[in-house]
Structures are given as C-alpha cells and as structure tokens.
C-alpha cells in the first residue's frame, strides 16, 4: 500500500533547475513583497482619501473607539506597572556598584518615555486590537460580507477602515501616556518602597533628566505607530485568504507584521527626532556631547 | 411574455484570478422584468458572473452593461448610484453580525437617505410582512436567526430600496425542502408585488424550474475543450427537459455519469 508522502514528494529535477529554483522562489518572493507594498501604499491611500473626504459617523467612531482605546487601558496599564519594576530590577545592580542608585529614576524614566511607553502601548494594541480587527475583518470578507456593504452602495475602506485607522491614531498618544505614567510610578514604587532609595533624590535624578521633549517624543511616534496598526490590521483582514485557516493566518500576520514594522520604524524615528532635538536645541545638556 | 427592453447586456465576457480562468466569452441579454436562473455545477462560475454583474469583480475581457451602462467604465461615485438600483441577496445572507436585523435591513436606507429617518422604520416593517417574518425579529441578530431567517431577513434588506434588479446568489441552498420551497414562493411573490428583474445563481433544479422564465446552463471551463461554449444551455424550463446535450440532462437529473468513471480511474491511479 502506498502512502499519501509519495504523491506529495517533487518530480525528479535535474541539475541545472535544483540550482535555478532556489533563485526563482527568491525572485517569486521579492516580486510578491514588491506587490504587497504597493497594494498595501494604495490601500492607505484610499484610506487617507476617504478619511479626508468624508468623516465616519459619530456612532461608529465611538463604538471603534470604545473597542480599541477604553477597553485596551486596563492591560496597557498593567503591563507599563510592570515593565517600569522590571527595569529597576534589571539597573538596579549595576547602578548600585557605581554607587548611583538615586540616578536610576532618571534612567527608567527617560526609557518609559522616549522607548517602552510608545512601544508597549503599540505592541499592546497590535496584540489586543490589530489581530482582533484583522480577524473581523477577514470574517466579513469570508462570509461576503464586505461584498455585502459594496453591493449596496457602501464604500468598505470608509465604512470599516477609516473609524478603526482613524481610533488607533487618536486613541494610541492615550494609551502611550498611560503607559508612560504607569511605568515611572511602577519604577518608582519599587525603587523608593522595596529597594529603599531615598525618594528625595531620586525625585529630584527624575526631574534632572527628563523633559517636555521626552513626552513628545515618545507621542510622536505613537501617532505613527497607531497608523502602522490600523492600516496593517486591516489590511490583512481585508485580503484575508478563505476559510477559518486564512482568518487565522490574517489575525497572525497582522500582529507579526505590525511589530516588525513599529521596531523598525521605531529605529528610524528615533534618529530622526534625536537630531530634530539636537537642531533646536544645539547647547542642552541632555545631548551626550552637549 | 412580452420581450421588453433588455436591461442587463453581457458581452463577451472572460473572467480569470491569476491563472486561472473561470468565465469565457459570456455573453447574454437580459430584459426588463425576466426571471433569469443561471445553473451549473459547483465551480463553474455562476457566482463570480452575478458579482461581475455589480461590479464586485472585474472581467479580464469584455464587459457588463447595465441600462445602457457599462459598469466597468463607471467612476466610484455612479457606481454607487447604480448600485442603489440593485439588490442582492448572498448565498448565507452576508447579514452584519453586530447588528441587529432592524439595522441590517435599514443599512441601505440609512447610508443613502440619512435624513429621511421617519419614513425608514415604515419601509422597514412593509418588507419585513412582505418577506413573512415577525417584528419580534428586529432587536435579535443574525446569528439568533435559523438559516431561512437569514435569508428571508437577506431579501428585505435586498427590496428595502425598491430595487429594479434583484440578484439572488444560491438562495435555497442549505435549508430544508419546506423552507427551500418557502423561498421560491417568496421570488415569486416578490416578483408579482416589485416589477423586477431577477437574476437567479443556483443549482437547485426545483427552484430554476419553479421561479425562472428562463434557464441558462453554465460548464465549468476546466472540463470544456477550448472550442466549446461555457454556455451549454439556454431557453425555457420546458426546453431543458428535453435538452440534447447529455451534460445537460446529467445536471437536471442529478447523475453522476461519467464523473463517477472518472473518479474510479483516479482512485486506480492512487492506489
């Protein structure tokens, strides 16, 4: 009796093609990444077109609202609690060799509000919300759905993409603050009640090292992060593959592509900000060779 | 019947997704107020001709015209318009799970006449007794609905426009013969009450022979030689009983024929 391994096994190749194929799936891979890219760019176009042309209405950009940014506070909170105990965990040891255990606000601080803050709330927000609007999204396409709402005359992109870009946007400088305040009070906390460190120095380390900037900083690429979520989020579902399996694989892309996205757009932000920063303010002491 | 005007022209149309090609060289005419059903097996096609129709899919060749119009060369904004004259009604209803059936049939109304709200709830419950389903249905959503439900609350939300064209994708599939048969004397009802064209997609012989005036048999491309016509039959319900193309009676009898041979030489092959 045969086995079903046989028919899946490739046809014998000679030697020419087991050398040309590698560089054909290659080819194949960058042509369908160069593909994705731009339908993903025309995707966000029509987004921003319709967003300008015609706001959502109010009852579906509350509902939007309420589903990404209310209901995300409780766990962006938590997990910003815990990320700022962690990281006094983590420098206390070091800082303590050095005898500079007090300066260890100005550390967690500074790196809840230009780095974790923005980031934890977006990596939050596309674990919670993108994979959840993907999943929906790529629902409605399965189930015709948005065949449904074309087929009477509704624009898709306006009705289903705008009020969920448009709640990622708003609500995600929200969320990165209350991450940002969550940490420094966790760090804090932890630092001044279980590590003992005196609270009037480091207070005072606090304030010494971190700035209005640092807030918008880590703002700034908030409002970018959230845009990468809700256009990656729902495009996937969008372009959802049929069946539970592709509703599943859109649900998974979309978290995986938006957090590779927000590292390396996060990357690139920071530099581009840092010497915005040290354009403006050419003499502050926050620069390192300032 | 009298022949009217037609208000759907397929022409020569060819539909593909990447490589592969599902519709070749359509093309048909459809008058003003016909009840046209279109059958064919599984895969033939029969859906992505009906979403052709409204513009949801593009054809690779040739083109749709719709009073005149040709759907592809329309700017977003006149297909919408146009759009507003057609109903359709998806094979599972495609209702919005987070509404309830009060919203899902006021969807349209809403999206296209905001500020006529009083004369929405009216309409509402005109289609709703047309369609034979309780107000106790409104606050319940789609997913409390059994499948007849579902399809009936589907056709509401197709007529709440007064549609000129109705478009029903597989109505009867999946539900029992008593709820399919309920269906096909609400196509016809609604028919009798709305001066509409309607384009039915199915394979159920019952319904095609029951509700259409006329029949149009699709083949699926794969199996046609490249000579052969992907429409193997079109006329009257009477006509297609006594069809000589043998692929044809297969399909209105139900028979395996040479699909079950086929299947054994594959199992052959396997083992």
Same mark, same amino acid.
């Given at each position: 009796?045969?086995?079903?391994?046989?028919?899946?096994?490739?046809?014998?190749?000679?030697?020419?093609?087991?050398?040309?194929?590698?560089?054909?799936?290659?080819?194949?891979? /960058?042509?369908?990444?160069?593909?994705?890219?731009?339908?993903?760019?025309?995707?966000?176009?029509?987004?921003?077109?319709?967003?300008?042309?015609?706001?959502?209405?109010?009852?579906?950009?509350?509902?939007?609202?309420?589903?990404?940014?209310?209901?995300?506070?409780?766990?962006?909170?938590?997990?910003?609690?815990?990320?700022?105990?962690?990281?006094?965990?983590?420098?206390?040891?070091?800082?303590?060799?050095?005898?500079?255990?007090?300066?260890?606000?100005? /550390?967690?601080?500074?790196?809840?509000?230009?780095?974790?803050?923005?980031?934890?709330?977006?990596?939050?927000?596309?674990?919670?919300?993108?994979?959840?609007?993907?999943?929906?999204?790529?629902?409605?396409?399965?189930?015709?759905?948005?065949?449904?709402?074309?087929?009477?005359?509704?624009?898709?992109?306006?009705?289903? /993409?705008?009020?969920?870009?448009?709640?990622?946007?708003?609500?995600?400088?929200?969320?990165?603050?209350?991450?940002?305040?969550?940490?420094?009070?966790?760090?804090?906390?932890?630092?001044?009640?279980?590590?003992?460190?005196?609270?009037?120095h480091y207070s005072a380390n606090s304030k010494l090292y971190v700035e209005n900037w640092d807030l918008l900083y880590g703002?700034?690429?908030?409002?970018?992060?959230?845009?990468?979520?809700?256009?990656?989020?729902?495009?996937?579902?969008?372009?959802?593959?049929?069946?539970?399996?592709?509703?599943?694989?859109?649900?998974?892309?979309?978290?995986?592509?938006?957090?590779?996205?927000?590292?390396?757009?996060?990357?690139?932000?920071?530099?581009?900000?840092?010497?915005?920063?040290?354009?403006?303010?050419?003499?502050?002491?926050?620069?390192?060779?300032? | 019947?009298?022949? @009217?005007?037609?208000?759907?022209?397929?022409?020569?149309?060819?539909?593909?997704?990447?490589? =592969?090609?599902?519709?070749?060289?359509?093309?048909? @005419?459809?008058?003003?107020?016909?009840?046209?059903?279109?059958?064919?097996?599984?895969?033939?096609?029969?859906?992505?001709?009906?979403?052709?129709?409204?513009?949801?899919?593009?054809?690779?060749?040739?083109?749709?015209?719709?009073?005149?119009?040709?759907?592809?060369?329309?700017?977003?904004?006149?297909?919408?318009? =146009?759009?507003?004259?057609?109903?359709?009604?998806?094979?599972?209803?495609?209702?919005?799970?987070?509404?309830?059936?009060?919203?899902?049939?006021?969807?349209?109304?809403? =999206?296209?006449?905001?500020?006529?709200?009083?004369?929405?709830?009216?309409?509402?419950?005109?289609?709703?007794?047309?369609?034979?389903?309780?107000?106790?249905?409104?606050?319940?959503?789609?997913?409390?609905?059994?499948?007849?439900?579902?399809?009936?609350?589907?056709?509401?939300?197709?007529?709440?426009?007064?549609?000129?064209?109705?478009?029903?994708?597989?109505?009867?599939?999946?539900?029992?013969?008593?709820?399919?048969?309920?269906?096909?004397?609400?196509?016809?009802?609604?028919?009798? =009450?709305?001066?509409?064209?309607?384009?039915?997609?199915?394979?159920?012989?019952?319904?095609?022979?029951?509700?259409?005036?006329?029949?149009?048999?699709?083949?699926?491309?794969?199996?046609?030689?490249?000579?052969?016509?992907?429409?193997?039959?079109?006329? @009257?319900?009477?006509?297609?009983?006594?069809?000589?193309?043998?692929?044809?009676?297969?399909?209105?009898?139900?028979?395996?024929?040479?699909?079950?041979?086929?299947?054994?030489?594959?199992?052959?092959?396997?083992?």
């Amino acid at each position: 009796m045969s086995t079903g391994l046989e028919y899946s096994r490739p046809p014998r190749r000679g030697i020419v093609s087991a050398l040309t194929d590698p560089l054909v799936d290659l080819g194949t891979l /960058v042509l369908r990444s160069i593909e994705t890219l731009g339908d993903m760019t025309l995707f966000a176009w029509q987004t921003i077109r319709w967003l300008v042309a015609r706001l959502p209405s109010k009852d579906t950009l509350y509902t939007n609202m309420y589903q990404i940014g209310v209901l995300s506070l409780p766990v962006v909170a938590l997990t910003g609690t815990f990320i700022g105990m962690v990281l006094a965990v983590q420098s206390y040891t070091q800082f303590r060799a050095f005898g500079l255990e007090t300066q260890l606000g100005g /550390v967690i601080n500074r790196t809840m509000f230009r780095e974790l803050g923005p980031v934890l709330a977006a990596t939050m927000l596309a674990g919670r919300v993108g994979s959840a609007m993907a999943a929906e999204l790529g629902t409605m396409r399965v189930t015709e759905q948005i065949d449904a709402l074309s087929s009477m005359g509704a624009n898709p992109v306006h009705y289903l /993409v705008v009020p969920r870009f448009l709640s990622c946007l708003l609500l995600i400088p929200s969320l990165t603050i209350m991450a940002v305040f969550m940490g420094v009070v966790g760090g804090a906390a932890y630092c001044v009640f279980l590590l003992n460190i005196d609270v009037h120095h480091y207070s005072a380390n606090s304030k010494l090292y971190v700035e209005n900037w640092d807030l918008l900083y880590g703002i700034i690429k908030s409002v970018f992060f959230g845009a990468t979520i809700g256009l990656v989020s729902c495009y996937r579902g969008f372009n959802c593959k049929p069946g539970a399996e592709g509703v599943g694989q859109a649900a998974t892309s979309a978290f995986v592509q938006s957090f590779v996205v927000i590292i390396v757009l996060d990357l690139f932000l920071s530099i581009l900000l840092d010497n915005i920063y040290s354009y403006l303010w050419p003499t502050s002491p926050m620069l390192l060779n300032g | 019947m009298t022949v @009217s005007k037609p208000i759907i022209e397929i022409n020569e149309l060819d539909v593909s997704f990447g490589r =592969q090609d599902v519709l070749r060289d359509i093309s048909l @005419s459809v008058p003003a107020g016909q009840t046209l059903a279109i059958i064919g097996e599984s895969g033939c096609g029969k859906t992505v001709l009906l979403k052709t129709i409204i513009g949801l899919v593009q054809p690779t060749r040739g083109y749709v015209e719709f009073d005149g119009q040709r759907i592809d060369q329309l700017d977003d904004q006149e297909l919408t318009r =146009q759009r507003t004259r057609f109903g359709f009604v998806f094979q599972n209803a495609a209702l919005f799970d987070s509404m309830t059936v009060a919203e899902n049939i006021l969807f349209p109304l809403r =999206q296209h006449h905001p500020g006529e709200r009083a004369s929405h709830d009216d309409a509402m419950l005109a289609r709703l007794a047309e369609v034979g389903l309780p107000t106790a249905v409104l606050r319940k959503r789609p997913a409390e609905l059994s499948g007849g439900m579902r399809k009936r609350v589907g056709l509401a939300r197709a007529l709440i426009m007064n549609p000129e064209v109705l478009l029903y994708d597989e109505p009867t599939t999946g539900l029992d013969p008593i709820v399919s048969d309920v269906i096909n004397e609400l196509m016809m009802r609604t028919r009798k =009450q709305n001066p509409v064209t309607s384009i039915i997609v199915t394979h159920d012989m019952k319904t095609a022979t029951k509700v259409a005036d006329r029949i149009v048999m699709l083949y699926p491309l794969a199996r046609l030689a490249d000579d052969e016509e992907q429409i193997l039959f079109d006329g @009257s319900a009477e006509e297609i009983e006594g069809a000589n193309d043998r692929r044809v009676t297969q399909f209105i009898r139900g028979e395996a024929g040479d699909r079950l041979m086929e299947m054994n030489e594959t199992a052959e092959e396997v083992v």
